[in-house]
């Protein structure tokens, strides 16, 4: 109960925009023809914490940047080596998109996997805050590029690992009443790692992941490690 109501204040009070940085795949494309359909829960990255207001000041939490989401996505083989998806997310106040392109890397159906993944995201967030009787609106816009290097390695029919080194580049435009002239536009970049691994039971696959990103606290004026985890779950038509 404490959990909820410190994350129920922190968005009121603070003011979320949270973006997704799953994965929920390893580096092998689908194959042509064949469609994943992928739901998920976990944390995304809170846009507004350490950019426009500092989080908590507490060294020992790893989620001091992060705010949970719900996801629902798709992907779709065009060809063998080569995929097309989309990723929809919600949180508290706002809703997210991502699009990409998969292509592989490596030979298609050897263990070892190797593929490129990049990525559009749009995220636009907008709510209303009420501080000793005074409402205000604030809202968040963010456009991004995600640029990462996926492998895996398949261990069996129902066990893969798999990660990525990625990078996120954000243009982010914030209206905000805590603002000194009220609007502000910055650029923001996140290099991060993810690892998960993968268990499939025919057409159903499971996957627990966990991202750690560099984030440059603004307000701050330093930078930390956050953690995300996340976990997946796809059915393959």
């Known amino acids: 109960m404490r959990i909820l109501i410190t994350l129920y204040l922190t968005f009121t009070l603070a003011g979320c925009a949270v973006v997704s940085v799953s994965q929920h795949q390893t580096a092998?494309?689908?194959?042509?023809?064949?469609?994943?359909?992928t739901g998920?829960?976990?944390?995304g990255r809170d846009i507004a914490s350490g950019t426009i207001y500092a989080p908590e000041d507490d060294e020992e939490s790893d989620l001091q940047y992060s705010f949970p989401l719900f996801e629902v996505g798709m992907g779709i083989g065009i060809t063998e080596r080569t995929?097309?998806?989309?990723m929809l997310w919600t949180s508290i106040g706002g809703a997210g998109v991502r699009t990409?392109?998969?292509?592989a890397l490596s030979t298609v159906g050897a263990k070892t996997q190797y593929a490129i993944a990049p990525g559009i995201?749009?995220?636009?967030?907008?709510?209303?805050?009420?501080?000793f009787n005074q409402t205000d609106e604030?809202?968040?816009?963010l456009l991004g590029l995600e640029l990462p290097l996926m492998m895996s390695y398949r261990a069996s029919s129902v066990f893969s690992f798999y990660g990525s080194g990625r990078v996120h580049l954000y243009s982010v435009w914030i209206d905000?009443?805590?603002?000194?002239?009220?609007?502000?536009?910055?650029?923001?970049?996140?290099?991060?790692i993810t690892g998960g691994i993968q268990l499939r039971a025919g057409p159903i696959e499971?996957?627990?992941e966990v991202s750690t990103f560099f984030i440059y606290d603004r307000v701050k004026g330093s930078g930390s490690v956050a953690f995300f985890p996340n976990i997946g779950f796809s059915f393959r038509i």
């Open 40 to 43: 998920g829960i976990g944390f």
């Open 176 to 192: 905000d009443p805590r603002l000194t002239e009220g609007r502000e536009f910055f650029f923001l970049a996140m290099p991060g």
């Open 83 to 86: 995929d097309i998806g989309g």
């Open 121 to 131: 995201v749009y995220n636009n967030t907008e709510g209303e805050r009420t501080i």
């Open 138 to 141: 604030y809202k968040y816009t």
């Open 206 to 208: 499971l996957t627990p």
């Open 100 to 103: 990409y392109g998969k292509f």
């Open 28 to 37: 092998e494309t689908l194959g042509e023809g064949s469609v994943r359909v």
